[in-house]
């Protein structure tokens, strides 16, 4: 009962239809009042005209009449009768009308006094023939109209079909609209209730528009005012503990809260770019394998912190995908693995496909995830056990949501499972695999250390040269700050820097220390290789904004 | 003889029609779905046909008062399923809308006892509509009044129910509406079986405690109308006013009986 249409036909047709039937009613009741008035004048005239006859005239012609009886009596004396009539007066000597039982029927009398002659006439019919004949005539005029209510019915579901055509276009445009899309309602010429809806509907998509890109305005600037001064303060903090002017444990307790702060920062912006309406995706062709790898050569000093044993299994495979973001996604997962895995444990990175399924795995030995909280962990801001968690890091609760985003983005499928270790958790990210021939013949920079039946085995703790080539570290240039602003490399290791300018304006890579130099021009990448180094620490900066765009190489 | 049959039919289609609507409006309101209907609906006819098809031998039964001990059976039956009813909506409203929506084993208890109500009375009613119709249709020269006079009938009937319905609905979500509702019919059906009772002798009536045939006549369209709706009697005795006051205090205590433990507690 909750469509309009429903209770429109019902209502209007139960209301046509009470009114219709109370009307027949009465039209039924005040016709046989009618009829039975116009029998009773009948009767009458009937008297009267007996009178005028002679009894044997009056037997002759109304005496075969089975549905009529008359007496004529004078006195107490019984003159005349039709056959059906009894011998006893069948109405009283008064005028009038009345009703009689007789000869198994009932009857409707009259008594009518002939003056001249000084008889009384006596006539009676059947009422079960005269009601019959009145009711005849009315049915015959009722029907019509009772069989018509169904096309009544019939015609106003018509009718209120098509009344709410317009409302069911209007929502019909709404439910095909896309959640990005803002324009305007093309309605044109709305129905004068409708035009309240369209235009306050279009009002709020123009006032979501514009709070939409002052909100994009305003994350692009709040990241700008916001990376600057951590940029500085970290500076700053270098200088600080270069000129020990400050207590060591103060200064490291100050650098853990500023790298939070960073951190933090970080991942709100990344959960604001990777949302749909902001993302601009440029999907390319490329190896998930291979960009597995050289992102797991990145992260690989966090774990060697934590002397976790950190390993890589694949095989190419291609996908489409933005770089960027793949990224982002596995660096989240890689972070997410070294948290909550405790000191020494173990975190496998698997990438391996099926049918026109590329799946990345991720896998680690850590607590492993209660199965009630197994769809809350995507949520922003949600953490196990709240800030009280076991593992006793911190975060902010955005890294799994935003890896949630970016594999929908992806048009992929996020799930978790336990881990092939005692304990632990996998999450397993399912992407559509790259045919070839979609690629349009392009081939993905396909790494050519990668084979199909390469295991690589990234022994983080030992840090053995990698045999397939030299460890790559990628450093992104983002509004003139580098990310990560320190990256830590093996001693007496060659390793290639993978430089991505993500700003849309022209970047130089500098270092007196590590004496190299490049210009990276705007949303490109390059590669630099550095070392073998000894151990020491390495600064670096973009010659094009130094204030913010400072950093350092640490090789241990 | 079209006028008897839309009395005889708006009768009998009035009262089940308005039980119908009530019991839906109140399923609606307490969240629940209408899928009791249909199964009460198609029950209630089979039952009505059967019971149409063995009158006879049922008027028999007792000493001849067994369709009165069978229609004081249905009637109080039915009363106890709408005492059950109004307990079990007070429970629903008690414990919230949330476990209201929920499905489970109290929510197929509400269907049951709709679906058992709704059977029962169009049992009764469907009978007596069915005994009527079939003396008559095999009169075939009055068939035609018979039929027009019962279609009539029972669009009119059919028609207030579906008013009703919409009109309670459209009343919102008052509480003490379906209570109330309940609690009348409840008393109605009570008072009814009552009468029927009086009537095999199986209990004695007590005196009449008023007259009211003069101010509001049972026969009048009005009359008939709050006879259906809520057991209107003009001249009523002391065992249908208890019967119906019985009723109407059973569904009131249901309804107020989990409230009162739950603000005990």
């Known amino acids: 009962m909750n469509s309009i249409r429903v209770f429109l036909v019902t209502v209007i047709l139960a209301t046509i239809a009470l009114f219709y039937f109370v009307a027949a009613l009465r039209g039924y009741q005040s016709s046989m009042q009618e009829a039975e008035r116009l029998f009773d004048k009948q009767l009458l005239d009937t008297a009267r005209l007996i009178a005028s006859l002679h009894a044997e005239q009056a037997n002759n012609e109304l005496g075969h009449d089975a549905g009529m009886a008359f007496q004529v009596w004078q006195g107490e004396r019984l003159l005349a009768f039709s056959r059906n009539a009894p011998t006893t007066a069948i109405a009283p000597h008064r005028s009038g009308f009345g009703f009689a039982n007789f000869a198994g029927y009932r009857w409707r009398t009259t008594a009518y006094f002939d003056a001249a002659n000084g008889d009384w006439i006596l006539v009676a019919d059947r009422t079960d023939l005269r009601s019959a004949l009145a009711e005849n005539v009315i049915l015959e005029s009722l029907l019509p109209t009772l069989i018509g209510l169904p096309v009544v019915g019939l015609l106003i579901w018509l009718i209120v079909t098509g009344g709410l055509r317009p409302l069911r276009m209007l929502a019909k445009e709404l439910a095909s609209k896309q959640p990005d899309d803002l324009t305007p309602l093309a309605t044109k010429t709305p129905k004068r209730e409708l035009e309240q809806i369209v235009v306050s509907c279009n009002g709020l998509l123009q006032r979501l528009e514009t709070s939409l890109l002052r909100e994009k305005q305003f994350a692009s600037d709040a990241a700008h005012e916001l990376r600057t001064p951590i940029s500085a303060l970290k500076v700053q903090l270098y200088n600080l503990s270069r000129e020990g002017m400050a207590e060591p444990h103060l200064l490291s307790e100050l650098e853990q809260t500023v790298h939070r702060l960073k951190h933090s920062v970080e991942q709100i912006l990344d959960l604001y770019r990777s949302s749909p309406d902001q993302f601009n995706a440029t999907f390319e062709a490329l190896d998930l394998s291979a960009l597995a790898r050289d992102v797991l050569a990145g992260e690989c000093t966090a774990f060697d912190r934590k002397q976790q044993q950190l390993e890589f299994r694949g095989q190419p495979c291609t996908i489409a995908g933005d770089r960027f973001a793949l990224t982002t996604l596995l660096r989240n997962l890689l972070s997410n693995a070294n948290k909550y895995t405790p000191r020494g444990g173990q975190v496998l990175v698997t990438v391996g496909q099926k049918d026109d399924i590329v799946r990345l795995t991720v896998e680690d030995s850590g607590p492993g995830i209660p199965a009630e909280q197994g769809d809350l962990i995507f949520e922003r801001f949600f953490r196990i056990g709240q800030d009280r968690h076991e593992s006793g890091e911190t975060g902010c609760g955005l890294g799994l949501a935003i890896v949630k985003r970016l594999v929908d983005l992806h048009r992929g499928h996020i799930s978790i499972a336990p881990s092939r270790f005692a304990s632990g958790t996998a999450f397993q990210v399912d992407l559509p695999r790259l045919r070839r021939q979609a690629a349009g013949g392009t081939t993905a920079p396909v790494s050519k250390l990668a084979s199909k039946s390469t295991s690589l085995l990234i022994l983080l703790l030992s840090a053995t040269p990698l045999q397939a080539g030299p460890p790559i570290v990628e450093i992104e240039i983002r509004d003139h700050l580098f990310f990560p602003p320190e990256v830590v490399i093996p001693a007496n290791t060659k390793v290639k820097l993978l430089i991505k300018n993500l700003d849309p304006t022209p970047e130089e890579f500098e270092s007196y220390e590590l004496n190299r130099e490049k210009v990276i021009s705007g949303n490109s990448q390059t590669v630099i290789f550095i070392g073998p180094l000894p151990a020491g620490e390495y600064p670096f900066f973009g010659e094009f904004y130094p204030k913010t765009a400072q950093g350092k190489v640490r090789v241990e | ?265």
Not at chain 2, 114 to 136: H, M, P, Q
């Open chain 2, 1 to 265: 003889m079209l006028l008897m049959s839309v009395i005889l039919i708006l009768q009998e289609t009035l009262e089940a029609a308005m039980l119908v609507s009530i019991l839906a409006a109140v399923t609606l309101q307490a969240g629940r779905h209408l899928s009791w209907l249909p199964w009460g609906f198609a029950g209630g006819c089979i039952m009505a046909f059967v019971y149409a098809a063995n009158i006879q031998r049922i008027s028999e039964w007792f000493d001849f008062v067994g369709q009165e001990l069978t229609n004081a059976a249905l009637q109080a039956t039915i009363a106890a399923a709408i005492v059950l009813l109004a307990w079990r909506i007070s429970r629903i409203y008690a414990t919230g809308d949330a476990a209201a929506v929920a499905p489970g084993r109290h929510g197929s208890m509400f269907q049951v006892l709709c679906a058992l109500i709704i059977g029962l009375a169009v049992t009764r009613e469907g009978s007596e509509i069915l005994v009527y119709l079939g003396g008559f249709l095999a009169q075939s020269d009055k068939s035609q009044a018979v039929l027009t006079g019962s279609a009539i009938g029972f669009g009119i009937g059919l028609s207030v129910g579906l008013l009703l319905f919409h009109g309670l609905l459209a009343l919102g979500d008052k509480r003490w509406i379906p209570f109330a509702l309940l609690g009348l019919f409840c008393g109605n059906m009570l008072a009814q079986s009552a009468l029927q009772l009086t009537q095999a002798d199986w209990l004695q009536p007590g005196p009449t405690l008023w007259d009211s045939s003069a101010w509001l006549s049972e026969h009048s369209v009005i009359g008939r109308l709050l006879y259906a709706l809520l057991g209107y009697e003009a001249n009523p005795s002391t065992a249908q006013v208890i019967g119906y006051l019985t009723g109407a205090a059973a569904v009131l205590a249901a309804a107020l009986a989990p409230t009162r433990s739950v603000a005990k507690a």
